[in-house]
């Protein structure tokens, strides 16, 4: 059996906020706001992968009324949704995740994004897509970065 799944998320950008997309550290004068790490890449792909399993969401599993995910780490995160996913004998297919901002430039970051999240699933790199664009100026970016991905998980059995 295979199963798709989809994500989006957006979080704020701010002074004083460390950047961190998929587990990494990115040099950056502004950071993301959000009660965890705001590794928004990182929710967009939790939400995919629950999203496959209709699983609800990340709001639904790690609620940020919970103090317990007050600056939490969203790789440590995504390890437990990766963990209900095995749980249910599913395995990454292959994902695709595609990051909006209108600044920092990412695209020297991707290869240790892709690194980070195919460590994360303990895959290939080759199942694992990062992309990066901008809005022209037109969107919400800018004020903030976004993200969206797709995943398809493939029954173990
Ligand atoms: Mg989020």
């Given at each position: 059996?295979?199963?798709?799944?989809?994500?989006?998320?957006?979080?704020?950008?701010?002074?004083?906020?460390?950047?961190?997309?998929?587990?990494?550290?990115i040099?950056?004068?502004?950071?993301?706001?959000?009660?965890?790490?705001?590794?928004?890449?990182?929710?967009a792909?939790?939400?995919?992968?629950?999203?496959?399993?209709?699983?609800?969401?990340?709001?639904?599993?790690?609620?940020?009324?919970?103090?317990?995910?007050?600056?939490?780490?969203?790789?440590?995160?995504?390890?437990?949704?990766?963990?209900?996913?095995?749980?249910?004998?599913?395995?990454?297919?292959?994902?695709?995740?595609?990051?909006?901002?209108?600044?920092?430039?990412?695209?020297?970051?991707?290869?240790?994004?892709?690194?980070?999240?195919?460590?994360?699933?303990?895959?290939?790199?080759?199942?694992?897509?990062?992309?990066?664009?901008?809005?022209e100026?037109?969107?919400?970016?800018?004020?903030?970065?976004?993200?969206?991905?797709?995943?398809?998980?493939?029954?173990?059995?």
């Amino acid at each position: 059996m295979i199963r798709i799944g989809t994500g989006y998320d957006v979080h704020r950008l701010v002074p004083e906020r460390k950047l961190i997309l998929c587990g990494v550290d990115i040099p950056s004068e502004l950071g993301l706001l959000g009660h965890s790490d705001a590794d928004v890449a990182v929710h967009a792909l939790m939400d995919a992968i629950l999203g496959a399993l209709a699983l609800g969401d990340i709001g639904k599993l790690f609620p940020d009324s919970d103090p317990q995910y007050k600056g939490a780490n969203s790789m440590k995160l995504l390890s437990r949704v990766i963990f209900l996913m095995e749980e249910r004998r599913f395995a990454l297919g292959n994902l695709d995740l595609t990051i909006i901002a209108e600044r920092p430039k990412l695209a020297k970051h991707i290869p240790a994004m892709r690194e980070s999240l195919a460590a994360a699933f303990r895959c290939d790199i080759s199942q694992v897509s990062v992309k990066a664009t901008t809005e022209e100026g037109l969107g919400l970016a800018g004020a903030g970065i976004g993200a969206q991905s797709a995943v398809l998980l493939v029954s173990a059995e």
